[in-house]
């Protein structure tokens, strides 16, 4: 399926007079990635968090039990995650929720999720509980308060890239080069003229700067911000990305935990971009919400208290696991591995009396 997939979307770029905008090839190239392959886990194409150790999801779930305290424990909770993958974050948050036998009871679990072969996956990995799956986060209800979470959700969106050049910016774009026999990147005329009035008055690019504008992650915060500033609660989203708008070329592919070729393999490999942080909080505050300053996953989850837990499973763990749960930690929160590079944002309702737990005290990244 997906040779065929990716020969589809050469074919339309061939016979395409003005090329495919890197966010349309992003777009249809993930939708035949994630229709067919199994890209999750050490035996697939990349490994996140929750797949690394069950203590980013207990970090959450604390997060997440907190927050609901601080509002003073209401007693229906909308607890959502966006691109749950096979389950293995929420499953974690659900199991130590039995900590707090009246957050656990307040728990309805929404999922965003468009893949129906994820969706059975999820499905398993939650067992018994009843999940409501959702195609987009418009139609999540707003009836109760939302805590709403992504681990590297917003990275997979797809992103315009911009390239200065000649006093204006154009629009890189892929097309067929019949000398080289070969897809390349070009540049074209911005077809949404719209979109260099989005790029920050602090950007002064030079020949060749590109700057990524992703409308879908801008949409979808922007909603995210209006949800949470409508039913209270907050919004947290973890991604690797920078923390202030800037130029970079930040498209990349990942095969078999590799970086491979961007025009490669298409719809056999994993294309994602850095998240601007900066442009998701921005939309969420324009919806009504309140932003909190971008810090590191080092910081957000050193302020849960994931080293105090490791230490506890350490003592409990089988001799092969004592190895392991060190290298665990130190993958997820150390600046070399996925500490700096990775980042958290969320948002909360104004004037609510709730200060999320590693984000009130930090002045951000």
């Given at each position: 399926?997906?040779?065929?997939?990716?020969?589809?979307?050469?074919?339309?770029?061939?016979?395409?007079?003005?090329?495919?905008?890197?966010?349309?090839?992003?777009?249809?190239?993930?939708?035949?990635?994630?229709?067919?392959?199994?890209?999750?886990?050490?035996?697939?194409?990349?490994?996140?968090?929750?797949?690394?150790?069950?203590?980013?999801?207990?970090?959450?779930?604390?997060?997440?039990?907190?927050?609901?305290?601080?509002?003073?424990?209401?007693?229906?909770?909308?607890?959502?995650?966006?691109?749950?993958?096979?389950?293995?974050?929420?499953?974690?948050?659900?199991?130590?929720?039995?900590?707090?036998?009246?957050?656990?009871?307040?728990?309805?679990?929404?999922?965003?999720?468009?893949?129906?072969q994820l969706r059975g996956a999820q499905a398993a990995a939650l067992g018994s509980t009843q999940p409501?799956?959702?195609?987009?986060?418009?139609?999540?209800?707003?009836?109760?308060?939302?805590?709403?979470?992504?681990?590297?959700?917003?990275?997979?969106?797809?992103?315009?890239?911009?390239?200065?050049?000649?006093?204006?910016?154009?629009?890189?774009?892929?097309?067929?080069?019949?000398?080289?026999?070969?897809?390349?990147?070009?540049?074209?005329?911005?077809?949404?003229?719209?979109?260099?009035?989005?790029?920050?008055?602090?950007?002064?690019?030079?020949?060749?700067?590109?700057?990524?504008?992703?409308?879908?992650?801008?949409?979808?915060?922007?909603?995210?911000?209006?949800?949470?500033?409508?039913?209270?609660?907050?919004?947290?989203?973890?991604?690797?990305?920078?923390?202030?708008?800037?130029?970079?070329?930040?498209?990349?592919?990942?095969?078999?935990?590799?970086?491979?070729?961007?025009?490669?393999?298409?719809?056999?490999?994993?294309?994602?971009?850095?998240?601007?942080?900066?442009?998701?909080?921005?939309?969420?505050?324009?919806?009504?919400?309140?932003?909190?300053?971008?810090?590191?996953?080092?910081?957000?989850?050193?302020?849960?208290?994931?080293?105090?837990?490791?230490?506890?499973?350490?003592?409990?763990?089988?001799?092969?696991?004592?190895?392991?749960?060190?290298?665990?930690?130190?993958?997820?929160?150390?600046?070399?591995?996925?500490?700096?590079?990775?980042?958290?944002?969320?948002w909360t309702r104004t004037g609510d009396n709730i200060a999320p737990t590693g984000f009130q005290d930090?002045e951000g990244v």
């Open positions: 399926m997906t040779e065929t997939a990716g020969g589809h979307i050469t074919a339309r770029i061939r016979a395409s007079a003005n090329g495919m905008g890197v966010d349309e090839f992003m777009q249809s190239a993930a939708a035949a990635y994630y229709a067919d392959a199994k890209p999750f886990g050490r035996e697939g194409d990349f490994i996140t968090s929750p797949e690394i150790s069950q203590m980013f999801g207990e970090m959450i779930a604390i997060w997440c039990a907190d927050v609901w305290a601080q509002a003073g424990k209401p007693a229906k909770i909308m607890l959502a995650e966006l691109g749950p993958g096979r389950g293995t974050l929420m499953a974690d948050i659900l199991r130590t929720a039995r900590n707090w036998p009246d957050f656990q009871a307040a728990l309805n679990i929404h999922l965003v999720e468009t893949s129906p409501v799956w959702h195609d987009t986060v418009d139609t999540l209800p707003r009836d109760a308060f939302s805590l709403i979470i992504s681990n590297e959700f917003f990275d997979a969106l797809p992103i315009c890239q911009l390239v200065w050049q000649d006093g204006t910016w154009q629009e890189r774009c892929v097309i067929w080069d019949d000398t080289a026999g070969q897809l390349c990147f070009d540049l074209r005329s911005l077809q949404n003229a719209a979109l260099a009035a989005q790029v920050p008055a602090h950007i002064v690019p030079i020949d060749g700067d590109i700057f990524e504008i992703s409308p879908a992650c801008r949409a979808i915060a922007g909603i995210l911000g209006a949800h949470i500033a409508q039913t209270g609660g907050a919004c947290l989203a973890i991604d690797y990305g920078h923390a202030r708008s800037a130029c970079g070329d930040t498209l990349q592919a990942v095969s078999k935990h590799k970086y491979a070729g961007v025009l490669e393999n298409i719809g056999q490999q994993d294309i994602t971009a850095h998240v601007d942080f900066d442009a998701l909080a921005t939309a969420a505050t324009k919806a009504g919400a309140q932003r909190w300053p971008v810090i590191t996953q080092e910081k957000f989850l050193n302020s849960l208290g994931i080293t105090a837990r490791a230490e506890q499973l350490v003592q409990k763990a089988t001799p092969q696991q004592r190895g392991q749960i060190p290298l665990d930690l130190h993958r997820l929160t150390a600046p070399s591995a996925m500490g700096s590079l990775f980042k958290a944002v969320c930090q």
